[in-house]
Every structure is written in C-alpha cells, then in structure tokens.
C-alpha cells in the first residue's frame, strides 16, 4: 500500500507477477498515469527509466512473487495552474514483511520557481 503523506496523491497502482516482458507495458502505464499534468517528456523518460530498473531490481530477489508499484504526486490539480518549470522525482522501494511483496513508490512533484 502506498504511503498517503499529506499533500501527494496516487495517480496509479499496479500489482505485476512478473518481470517478463513488461518493460513496454510499464512505460506505457506510467505515461498515461502522469498525461493530464503536463509532465516534460525528459522526465517521464527518466521516471520510466528508473521505475523499470527498480522493478527489475525487486524481481532479482528469489522470494519475489509480485511487486506493487504506486505513483503519487505533489498535489496539484491538473491542467489548474501554468506548468512548472522544472520536475523532481524520488523512488521508495521495500519489502513487504513476508517478503514475497516488493513496494516501489515513485514520488513525482513539481519544482518551485
């Protein structure tokens, strides 16, 4: 489960079984997830980079079954104010306490100008 710090909302939460394949699919996700924000596309490019290296990362463990992947972000509404001018993104990863779960929070916000 995500964590719900005061101002970040969840704009997407998947449950994958499995590495295989996924790495288009993922990206695809992501893009969608972030459209209505007016995400640069140097830094979607960058966010799929590096969440797809982290879930990657999280299915090496032998004991992974399935990973959860959330995408919160700063609150802002989309499309309400004037884009930012810059973007700042940070991932959070860790095990469930079975074990068999990994979690990987991927934390995008807007930078102030």
Known sequence: MAMMEPGWHAVMTIVQET????????????????????VPASVLERVQQAATVAVGRAFQHDDTQSISLSVLMRAL????????????FFIVERAAEDGDRQHIEVFLYPEAR
């Open 19 to 38: 590495d295989a394949g996924s790495k288009q699919a993922l990206a695809e996700r992501l893009a969608t997830a972030v459209q209505a924000y007016d």
């Open 77 to 88: 509404q989309p499309q309400a104010a004037p884009a930012p001018a810059s973007w700042g």
